[in-house]
């Protein structure tokens, strides 16, 4: 299987995300989108509520979300959140069923993001691959995802 290729600005631009809902003591959530299966795209903030441990996203958030993929013809590849300490797959990331086709990734940052770089980004994160059992598992993301322009 080849690696899916993401963008440093897209990473970037991540890092910075979750560094800054961070620093007022917030988890945030973030999804990469693409057209394909082999290259993220997008990044697509959904609009959302956040708390200490956790994140939501309302009814007209979603709506929000699924109209953007019909129009510009995305799909969504990957999830990535922070928490404040660990980084693990919660039962509530289980639950949280945004992406939900075998193959979807989901990443989770330690600590807010605070130490994340481009270089150290795919090492640092928490990688997550949705099975055809449904169920997640965890997988090296230097193997399933590479940071190239
Ligand atoms: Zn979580």
Redesign the pocket.
């Known amino acids: 299987m080849s690696r899916i290729k993401v963008g440093p600005s897209i990473v970037a631009s991540t890092i910075e995300r979750l560094q800054a809902g961070g620093r007022v003591g917030h988890?945030r959530a973030v999804l990469w989108l693409g057209s394909g299966t082999d290259r993220i795209d997008e990044l697509y903030e959904p609009r959302q509520r956040t708390r200490a441990e956790q994140f939501y996203f309302d009814r007209q958030s979603m709506q929000m979300l699924f109209a953007h993929l019909r129009e510009k013809r995305l799909r969504i590849l990957a999830q990535v959140?922070s928490?404040p300490g660990r980084a693990f797959?919660?039962e509530?990331?289980d639950k949280w069923a945004i992406i939900r086709h075998a193959g979807a990734l989901s990443l989770?940052l330690p600590r807010f993001a605070q130490e994340a770089t481009l270089d150290n980004f795919l090492s640092l994160a928490a990688t997550y691959v949705l099975s055809a059992r449904n169920e997640w598992k965890e997988t090296p993301g230097v193997t399933l995802l590479e940071v190239c322009g």
């Open positions: 988890e959140h928490h797959h919660s509530a990331d989770v």
